[in-house]
């Protein structure tokens, strides 16, 4: 048994706290799996008093995560502290300045500063992991990275925000609101502080960005993933989409086409009888397509004490095995610089809109959509509520252009009321 | 970029063509990822003129694998022949004695030697890496050593035969009794030349084994795995599962006990809307258990030359990053030699028999379940048919013994006809 491996906990929030637990609980586990012991060697958080369910008195207290960074005493420096800005990163770079390994948990940071921060760990020797920042307990980002190596990948997609999956799971199961099962949600603590974060996909949009980094090989780009929240999923579109067999998923696909890398996190429909429609609450999904592997599917818990630490834990026993893999599976000043796919690549889409009662109302619909080159797969009309009738159109794959084309045009036909409701249907 | 990792590949049927297509028509994604080229310096099979759609003349010829394994001008074995006793492993010791890794898709060889194997390696200071050899293109290898190694396994389970799967998904949808579906599997060539390998869970038991080594530290012991096989699944239980709720299914299930380790590949019921449940055909599903992580589910194809091949290279990728891993994730001297468990943890079972129409008749079987102990859940009689009538019974947990013990007593009663069918119902 060599020399232990020292670490450095900065944050001692759920994560933070889970991982010493973890620490203390299974050490020995742990040791013999790594091929030494993993001792934390000092932790820093904002307040040393408060009662985290783990003893802290074997560990050095450092009131600033920063100083906790240089200390020459630890090889790695585990940051699960949160926040893009500020402190994290600026101990992030410390660290590695330090020279010092660095495990975080922080997407965000990541979605934004991981190019800067992989070219910084690779100039200084150093690794920096981050299996944590996605999908929890999932090692999805070991298994993109070294599993799936051999692959060209050609497309990831993902339902990695719980709350967003809990809330459209509750929504349909519970026929409310969204306004109501959101207020819910903030109630059960399900929100973070900002909740934006998570019901505008910008959280799973950060997690999105760092798999199509690995994935295709390009520099994180996470302004350019297209961003769509669940604000505007309604009661309704989950009932007719069902009726039509499919569910809606706050859904994250990122693919490289011809026309460059597209990286979409919005409200899809997919098919109920997938894996991804299946898929209920808080649990994440994760699906990996390469050219030999084909599909394969991950499942599992995108958050909480215990899976995130879990995921901390394996890039902490890897440092210590000796496995050391550039952060996004090759050196940062190899990856490309992504070029922004215009638009997404042609799917089939929902279409529900209301017909008013009058004669030859839905074939001047499905002219306006053939004048646009759109062909309907499957449509059903319901009965008639009040002088108009709701209608359901799958079409056949279509481009999003050609669909505003129509919804641009349904108006003048003067037997759509409302505004017709258009979302993607993905192939999963 | 430093220099190639030169491998040598023993065995071209689908896997090692498989990985010679990829090196060549991925050599640079690879080189970028794995931080140099990798090259196949010679390989070897039985029949050199066969055509294989993929060009031999970049690589030297070795007509004996075993002289392959000790070619000086190799840095890994990549042992894909297959049969777990011959040329497999004599080529395979003889790579570690020359001092080269070895990476293998070979669960048959690593399930009856895999310990000794693991030794040899340890001993030669060289790494013996098997990710192809279970669920295929799914890195589960992968993601129990590595991704969940934070984690005190608690139960791992698996769909890892898919010509079973098959088999069992197509007797249900089409409603063809088993030796139908058997012969329609064979002439599809779905199954092994020794079908038994399939059909009777020996195969799936061999990769049930290697992945207890793992989660729970012990030595692989295929010998106590406890095999049954999908021979004797009928038509009829199919049916009266799904109306019950349930799906059958080859289930291997390998968990740690206070009465030592369980390791199980017996048809189970699963409910049909679990993950493992609305698994169809061909595909592998594993599923991994942790204290920490909870369950992580893992899904793809468990078969085929591109998944297979995926496999392999994954562990090629991370020789030549330099991630070296033990093969069962520590130490092989430090693996316990697991003391086998007696008989399975309680669980509810499944329970069909045909009752003859007399008064008092289910009273009878009632109370004699209940004399063993055996509590009922849910009870479905169905109209007689010539005099008796299918009854379907559902328990609470109860173990196999006492259930045995009614079994034994219930022809006693003289209200049960024939043998009556009692199926494991596993929690997943």
């Known amino acids: 048994m060599t020399a232990p491996l020292r670490i450095g906990i900065a944050g ?20 013999a799996r790594a091929g030494r012991p993993i001792e934390a060697v000092a932790v820093s958080a904002r307040d040393r008093a408060k009662d985290r369910g783990v003893p802290l008195d074997a560990h050095a207290w450092e009131a600033d995560p920063v100083a906790l960074a240089r200390r020459p005493d630890i090889d ?25 390994d660095v495990v975080t948990a922080n997407k965000a ?26 999908a929890g307990g999932i090692p999805v980002i070991k298994a993109l990275t ?47 502080a900002d909740p934006r974060l998570d019901v505008d996909g910008i959280d799973a949009g950060h997690k999105l960005s760092l798999l199509a980094a690995i994935a295709f090989g390009t520099q994180v780009a996470f302004d350019h993933v297209e961003l769509e929240g669940i604000g505007s999923v309604t ?36 098919p109920a009888t997938s894996p991804l429609g ?12 390469g050219d030999s592997v084909g599909q394969v599917v991950l499942r599992g818990a995108g958050a909480g ?7 901390v834990l394996s890039d902490l026993i890897d440092i210590a095995r000796g496995n050391r893999v550039p952060t996004f599976g090759q050196p940062a000043a190899t990856l490309a610089r992504a070029r922004p796919a215009k638009g997404a690549v042609p799917a089939p889409h929902y279409l529900r809109l209301r017909l008013v009662d009058k004669p030859g109302a839905l074939a001047k619909v499905a002219r306006v959509l053939g004048d646009s080159g759109i062909s309907i797969d499957r449509m059903r009309q ?21 669909l505003d084309e129509a919804l641009a045009a349904l108006p003048e036909t003067g037997v759509v009321e409302g505004a017709p409701v258009a979302i993607r249907i993905e192939a999963v």
Chains 1, 2 share one sequence.
Request: charged share 20%.
């Open 12 to 31: 001692l929030g759920t994560v933070g706290a889970g991982v010493l637990r973890i620490l203390q609980a299974q050490g020995d586990l742990i040791a």
């Open 382 to 402: 319901y009965g008639h509520e009040e002088g108009s009738a709701p209608v359901l159109i799958v079409t056949h794959k279509t481009t999003r252009a050609a």
């Open 305 to 311: 004490a215990g899976p995130t630490a879990s995921a």
């Open 278 to 289: 299946q898929l209920q609450g808080g649990t994440n999904m994760v699906v990996l397509e």
């Open 146 to 192: 070294e599993g799936l190596a051999g692959n060209r990948m050609t497309r990831v997609m993902g339902v990695m925000n719980g709350t967003c999956n809990y809330i459209l799971t509750r929504m349909e199961e519970a026929g409310l609101p969204y306004a109501e099962v959101f207020e819910e949600a903030r109630q059960l603590g399900y929100l973070e």
């Open 76 to 100: 790695v420096f585990v940051e699960v502290m949160g926040g893009h800005e500020g402190a994290a990163k600026a101990a992030t770079e410390a660290a590695l300045a330090a020279g010092h």
């Open 235 to 270: 009661i309704e579109d989950i009932r007719r989409a069902a009726d039509m067999g499919f569910k809606i998923k706050l859904l994250g696909v990122a693919q490289m086409t011809g026309r460059g890398l597209e990286q979409r996190m919005r409200p899809c429909l997919v």
């Open 109 to 134: 940071m990541l979605a934004h500063h991981g190019q800067a921060l992989a070219l910084a760990a690779e100039e200084a020797g150093r690794v920096l992991r981050f299996e944590a920042a996605v």
